[in-house]
C-alpha cells in the first residue's frame, strides 16, 4: 500500500511560482508513473504532467515550458515547479503513482491563481 500526501499549495498572484510536493510512504518498488492532475470547479479531472521511471517526463501543452515535474528518490518526494502561473492554472492539485497493479492517489492540495 501506498500512501501519498501533498503539500505547497496557497494562493498567488498572476506571474508567480509555487512547488507542490507530493511524498510517498509503502513501498513504491513497484510504481512506474508518477505523475500530477488538477481539477478545476466544474472540470474533468486533468493530467498536468508525469515522469516515468525511467525519468522521462511530458507535460500537458498547457503548462509546458512553465511546469517542471522533479523527484527526489531518497525522499520517495515528487515535486511540480510551476512558474509564470496563470488565472486558468487554479485548481486543485493531486498527485498519482501508478504501480503495475493499481494506482494511488493523494487528497489534493489547492492552488488559487488570482490577482
Known amino acids: 500500500q501506498v500512501h501519498l500526501v501533498e503539500s505547497g499549495g496557497g494562493l498567488v498572484q498572476p506571474g508567480g511560482s509555487l512547488r507542490l510536493s507530493c511524498a510517498a510512504s509503502?513501498?513504491?518498488?513497484?510504481?512506474?508513473?508518477m505523475g500530477w492532475y488538477r481539477q478545476a470547479p466544474g472540470k474533468q479531472r486533468e493530467l498536468v504532467g508525469k515522469m516515468i521511471s525511467g525519468g522521462s517526463t511530458n507535460y500537458a501543452a498547457s503548462v509546458k515550458g512553465r511546469f517542471t515535474i522533479s523527484r527526489d528518490n531518497a525522499k520517495k518526494t515528487i515535486y511540480l515547479q510551476m512558474n509564470d502561473l496563470k488565472v486558468e492554472d487554479t485548481a486543485v492539485y493531486y498527485c498519482n503513482f501508478q504501480g503495475l497493479a493499481e494506482g494511488y492517489w493523494g487528497q489534493g492540495t489547492q492552488v488559487t491563481v488570482s490577482s
Open positions: 509503502g513501498s513504491i518498488f513497484s510504481i512506474y508513473v
